[in-house]
């Protein structure tokens, strides 16, 4: 089986968005785990952990912030230089 795919990079980037946003707006740990319903450390591995994170974890935390998932979500990421898709092999 392989092992499970995960970008620390664009998580350390996501992450420090949603801290800077949380920070901005003065929108305390606490306050999310109110908005959201989650644990404290539920918060904390989504927006301070390291580790991977859910989708619908990451739009719980952005409604919290009162924050469009876009704008925590406009970076560039290095696209790899891949083979002709298998349509194209022939």
Known sequence: MAEQY?????LNIIREKLWAVSNEKKIT????????GF?????YR????DNNMSVSGFIAVCKA???QPSK???FEIEIP???PTRKNFK
Not at 29 to 36: G, Y
Not at 39 to 43: D, E, G, K, P
Request: aromatic share 6%.
């Open 81 to 83: 230089k891949y083979q």
């Open 29 to 36: 740990l606490e306050d999310i785990q109110d908005r959201t």
């Open 46 to 49: 989504i927006v301070r952990g």
């Open 6 to 10: 995960i970008d620390i990079d664009s």
């Open 65 to 67: 912030l009162e924050v």
């Open 39 to 43: 644990s404290y450390s539920q918060v």
């Open 72 to 74: 925590i979500l406009d």
